[in-house]
């Protein structure tokens, strides 16, 4: 049996989520943000990944703190789940739709999320 690829619309409301979520990175000074596009992936856990770094765990803690606060006022809307905040290094953030993975850049070149979906359109947000 092929498997074929779901269809996936954008929608107002994820463009919103997302440029809520690149704002709040970006409001902390965020590093080597990419929004990675997975909706043409069939096998793909969400639409979209949005990934960025920080310098140490206080900072990759404060970029989270950051996006949580934006998408809420904005949006009033909070992650379903949240993984990764006891040490800081990698904090998932799942808002459905869109998953985003803040690193330590440790922990981002030992996982290589962007290697791993390298079949997803990538859009890098340059910095601020």
């Not at 990934?51 to 803690?61: A, L, R, W, Y």
Request: negative net charge.
């Amino acid at each position: 049996m092929v498997s074929i690829p779901k269809q996936r619309t954008k929608q107002p409301q994820l463009e919103q989520l997302n440029h809520a979520i690149v704002e709040g990175i970006r409001d902390k000074k965020g590093k080597k943000i990419v929004q990675l596009d997975l909706r043409k992936l069939g096998d793909a856990p969400a639409d979209f990944f949005i990934i960025c770094e920080g310098d140490s765990n206080t900072h990759v803690k404060a970029i989270t703190d950051s996006i949580h606060k934006k998408v809420k006022e904005e949006l009033e809307t909070a992650p379903s789940h949240t993984e990764g905040s006891s040490n800081s290094k990698w904090i998932l953030m799942d808002y459905f739709n869109t998953v985003v993975h803040v690193f330590h850049p440790e922990t981002r070149d030992f996982y290589e999320l962007e290697h791993l979906w390298s079949d997803a359109k990538v859009t890098e947000f340059g910095e601020v």
